[in-house]
């Protein structure tokens, strides 16, 4: 059971939004900031961890429910339980020494949510237009929404500041 809750924002949007390219240069600005961050992100395809010829592989075809690889101080944990919520993804693997973990999808979810939206995919708008967790949006257009801060595609920064003070509570001159 975890002694705290662990402080989580997810960014969301539409296929091919931007989400990821946008992951990846606000992860290391949390990082940066000396916070321990994690990261999930939902497939909704699906994924393969293991390849072909390798034990794993083999072995999750056997009929197992669980397969967990570890090695060189990494571990990975292959689970065929269904598609589980993300509340019980977080308390079943998300490490407790995490200060914040940044999720990848999950709209639908009650978690604090930055949408990333581009003009060319928006087809009308926001996904989490009415979400009342909806924190920030990300666009190159201006979003029907006004009573959420707004940031170009590239302020990272603006974004790693909102995460900093609405989701950690922490104040605005520790943040740079």
């Given at each position: 059971?975890?002694?705290?809750?662990l402080?989580?924002?997810?960014?969301?949007?539409?296929?091919?939004?931007?989400?990821?390219?946008?992951?990846?240069?606000?992860?290391?600005?949390?990082?940066?900031?000396?916070?321990?961050?994690g990261?999930?992100?939902?497939a909704?395809?699906?994924f393969e961890?293991?390849?072909e010829?390798?034990?794993?592989y083999?072995?999750?075809?056997?009929?197992?429910?669980?397969?967990?690889?570890t090695g060189?101080?990494?571990?990975?944990?292959?689970d065929?339980a269904?598609?589980?919520?993300?509340?019980?993804?977080?308390?079943?693997?998300?490490?407790?020494?995490?200060d914040?973990?940044?999720?990848?999808?999950?709209?639908?979810?009650?978690?604090?949510?930055?949408?990333?939206?581009?003009?060319?995919?928006?087809?009308?708008?926001?996904?989490?237009?009415?979400?009342?967790?909806?924190?920030?949006?990300?666009a190159?257009f201006?979003?029907?929404?006004?009573?959420?801060?707004?940031?170009a595609?590239?302020?990272?920064?603006?974004?790693?500041?909102?995460?900093?003070?609405?989701?950690?509570?922490?104040?605005?001159?520790?943040?740079r």
């Amino acid at each position: 059971m975890r002694a705290r809750a662990l402080r989580t924002v997810s960014v969301v949007g539409r296929h091919d939004s931007g989400k990821t390219t946008f992951l990846l240069a606000l992860l290391p600005l949390l990082v940066s900031r000396g916070l321990r961050v994690g990261c999930l992100k939902h497939a909704h395809a699906g994924f393969e961890v293991d390849h072909e010829g390798k034990d794993s592989y083999r072995m999750r075809r056997t009929g197992v429910v669980q397969t967990i690889v570890t090695g060189g101080g990494q571990t990975a944990v292959i689970d065929d339980a269904g598609e589980p919520q993300v509340a019980k993804v977080i308390e079943r693997y998300a490490r407790e020494d995490l200060d914040l973990l940044v999720i990848e999808g999950y709209k639908r979810e009650p978690l604090p949510k930055v949408e990333v939206a581009r003009a060319a995919v928006a087809r009308g708008g926001l996904v989490c237009a009415d979400d009342p967790l909806l924190i920030g949006v990300v666009a190159d257009f201006a979003p029907p929404r006004r009573d959420v801060p707004l940031f170009a595609l590239d302020d990272h920064v603006g974004v790693a500041d909102l995460i900093w003070t609405r989701v950690l509570g922490r104040g605005p001159a520790a943040a740079r």
